[in-house]
């Protein structure tokens, strides 16, 4: 089941279109990267899931349903400017965020203490947000995310702010969630955490979808077909199946080469011709990371 | 509807639980009396204290005659040629020189005062009126006109002035009374209506640079975001309004009480008539109809008035004031569109000074008083001198449209505005959020 199908959603600002007939599929509890660069139009796209403005055209469908008020209280939403009420203590700002989001005040309490409990930071309760540091005001604003139980979280660059050890725990808890049944829609810029976590992205690079799917297909659509070989003694293969991208000497008569496939044989062939030609000590084919694909991707667009 | 209530809860909350509320509550209305009482204290008792001026005199006319309770009046011992060249000579023997030359008491021309100091218009006023009486008395004098029989020409007419409702009763009124109360009404509105709408700004100014908008807007409506602001500070104007009367009522029921000014108005007048029985007659008039005309103000019905007024003006400003706070990034960039917001509300003010009290039946003061936008602030002073129901009817009526109106437009300014930072805003680009598309 899809958790949110977006269809053909379209926004125009006057003379700029923020978003370009964006079709879109979210797998129910996946983590769903998306992706692109600055200005692309992600903001644009998670305002308009999270009901602040409208789309032109288009509809998105939120677990089987058309998206309307009432789901407002589904969506858990972290925006990258994030902020909180200084002058406002934590616990009630805790309390008062799951009240906007539709919780009675008994069960506003008795979650922000649980969460607070969970997070080590009972003593914040009762101080003000702007006596807290920057890593701990992040704290609050994700506890303030998910404490209603939305079914669907959309987290924008939740990492920044974060130091190592509160990144950890943030991505531990994303994960639980995950396994939970939420949905969690990532939008960064960070490659690494989309290779660690996410199962599925979406790559919108000015106004319009240019890529689409699970990581593992991306990958596999984008793979480069070349592998990288560390063996004993130089060879040669055949020009017409093979080019050498790169052979360099680790040590003695050790050396590391870089292949690509001309055709489509697959690894098992070449590995075939190899051991031919030499004594193969390791085989691996170097799939691209998820921020080549994103570079090659956005830079080859902008050569359009 | 909700949500709006939970943000109007919030907003009133964290204001009224300021330690600066309180203090602002229970202290502006025991501050201005007490600023007041000062100033007159001092003055008084700088008047008490200060020296009488001395005042040299050459009097050639031999009609003179020194009144010493202003002034020090000294004869100069020589004519007015020496006087003169003493006070050129920059000595000190002579400060101020009042030169009586030899005149026609028919028309008394020449006389002239000398000083190294301005005299203060007062001053000469006092002196003027002095020599005035003295040719008086010589001209009376000259025509055989005794005191006596001018004491006996005096007769002190007082008018009671009344007004006619329509209902037909009769009210005694006293116009400087109405005056004051318009004006002080009129003053306290126009602060009022200033400094909630400035707050609705800096708290919309303050959300959105410290970006938690963003959040709020996730869980609710912009407009509803607005509207919870506006009306929770509402709320918190009519809390301290409400701690206010009691609080004044309090105070002056006390105050009353402590100087026997309560006690019925009959009572009180025996008392003094009874206690001095001749000098006091026209002092207990002036006191009982001063109670006469406050006891017929109706208070309540003022009161209700002014709340309704503050409300309905508070609430038209206050939604243009969101829009502002909406737009800008910070309070220094507001001032460019304070400007517009401003200027009804200072014609309203200041035409309430120049012309509204003084003449609160005419046309223009009429007309400000309907259109919406100088309404609270003018129809307030008009209050107590009695307006037409069917002016007030409509005042309010175009009052309520009016800020439906201006909350309709600032929420179209606002739901853009709170969603757009560092961006450069002019008034085209406000036009262009208003007419955007959700």
């Known amino acids: ?304 | 509807m909700n949500k709006i209530w939970l943000i109007m809860k919030r907003e009133f909350l964290t204001r009224v639980q300021k330690r600066s509320f309180l203090i602002a509550t229970i202290l502006i209305p025991l501050i201005f009396p007490l600023l007041m009482g000062l100033m007159m204290y001092f003055s008084v008792e700088q008047k008490r204290h200060a020296e009488k001026q001395e005042i040299q005199y050459v009097d050639e006319s031999g009609l003179f005659v020194p009144d010493t309770s202003v002034f020090r009046f000294k004869p100069f011992p020589g004519t007015f040629q020496q006087a003169r060249m003493l006070l050129d000579a920059d000595s000190n023997v002579v400060g101020t020189l009042l030169h009586i030359p030899k005149l026609d008491v028919m028309r008394p021309a020449g006389i002239t005062l000398y000083g190294k100091v301005n005299l203060s218009p007062s001053d000469i006023a006092s002196l003027e009126q002095m020599l005035e009486n003295r040719i008086r008395d010589v001209k009376m004098e000259q025509m055989k006109v005794n005191q006596k029989l001018l004491d006996e020409l005096k007769t002190d007419v007082s008018i009671e002035a009344i007004t006619v409702t329509e209902g037909g009763h009769e009210e005694a009124s006293d116009s400087s009374i109405l005056f004051g109360m318009g004006m002080a009404c009129g003053i306290l509105m126009y602060m009022f209506i200033f400094i909630y709408g400035a707050q609705i700004m800096q708290g919309v100014i303050e959300e959105k640079s410290s970006k938690v908008v963003e959040i709020i807007v996730s869980s609710v409506r912009p407009f509803q975001l607005m509207m919870g602001k506006i009306l929770g500070l509402a709320s918190v104007g009519l809390l301290q309004f409400l701690i206010w009367i009691v609080l004044i009522t309090v105070v002056s029921t006390t105050l009353l009480t402590y100087f026997g000014v309560s006690m019925p108005q009959q009572q009180m007048m025996e008392e003094v008539g009874r206690q001095y029985p001749e000098s006091a007659a026209a002092q207990d008039y002036a006191v009982a109809s001063f109670m006469k005309v406050w006891d017929q103000i109706p208070l309540t019905y003022v009161i209700f008035n002014f709340l309704f007024y503050f409300l309905g003006g508070y609430l038209l400003y206050g939604a243009l004031f969101a829009a502002v706070g909406a737009a800008v990034d910070s309070p220094a960039e507001a001032q460019q569109f304070m400007f517009p917001i401003t200027i009804p509300m200072l014609i309203a003010y200041l035409s309430l000074f120049a012309f509204v009290l003084e003449d609160h039946d005419s046309a223009i003061s009429v007309w400000l008083s309907i259109i919406p936008f100088t309404a609270p602030i003018t129809m307030i002073g008009r209050l107590g001198f009695g307006v037409p129901w069917w002016q007030l009817l409509l005042s309010q009526g175009l009052l309520i449209i009016g800020f439906i109106f201006t909350t309709w437009a600032a929420g179209r300014v606002y739901r853009i505005g709170i969603l757009m930072h560092g961006a450069k805003v002019n008034y085209r680009v406000l036009m262009k959020w208003f007419m955007m598309r959700n």
């Not at chain 1, 203490?113 to 890593?135: P, Q, R």
């Not at chain 1, 991505?171 to 995950?178: D, F, P, R």
């Open chain 1, 1 to 304: 089941m899809e958790a949110l199908i977006a269809h053909e959603v379209t926004k125009r600002y006057s003379q700029h279109l923020a978003l370009d007939r964006v079709s879109l599929a979210i797998p129910a509890q996946t983590i769903f990267g998306l992706l692109g660069p600055n200005g692309a139009g992600k903001t644009t796209l998670i305002r308009i899931i999270n009901q602040i403005i409208q789309a032109d055209q288009g509809t998105i469908t939120l677990f089987g349903e058309r998206l309307q008020e009432k789901h407002i209280g589904t969506i858990g939403y972290l925006p990258e400017e994030r902020g909180l009420y200084k002058k406002m203590r934590v616990g009630e700002q805790l309390i008062y965020f799951a009240q906007l989001k539709g919780l009675s005040r008994q069960e506003a309490i008795a979650r922000s203490k649980a969460w607070i409990t969970k997070f080590e930071i009972k003593d914040w309760w009762n101080k003000k947000v702007e006596d807290l540091s920057k890593g701990m005001a992040q704290k609050v604003q994700f506890i303030s995310t998910v404490m209603h139980e939305p079914r669907l979280i959309i987290l924008d660059e939740p990492f920044s702010g974060f130091d190592p050890i509160n990144a950890q725990l943030i991505t531990k808890e994303i994960l639980e969630l995950k396994d939970k049944g939420c949905t969690i829609i990532f939008s960064t810029h960070r490659m690494e955490t989309v290779e660690d976590l996410c199962d599925h992205i979406v790559l919108i690079d000015r106004s319009k979808k240019i890529l689409e799917g699970s990581k593992r297909q991306v990958k596999e659509t984008y793979r480069t077909h070349t592998y990288t070989v560390e063996h004993r003694g130089p060879f040669a293969l055949d020009a017409a199946k093979y080019r050498l991208i790169q052979q360099r000497v680790v040590e003695d008569n050790f050396y590391k080469t870089v292949i690509a496939v001309h055709d489509d044989s697959g690894p098992n062939q070449l590995l075939r011709d190899l051991i031919q030609v030499t004594e193969v000590h390791s085989f691996i084919e170097k799939i691209p990371t998820m921020s080549e694909i994103f570079i090659t991707l956005v830079k080859g667009g902008n050569h359009e």
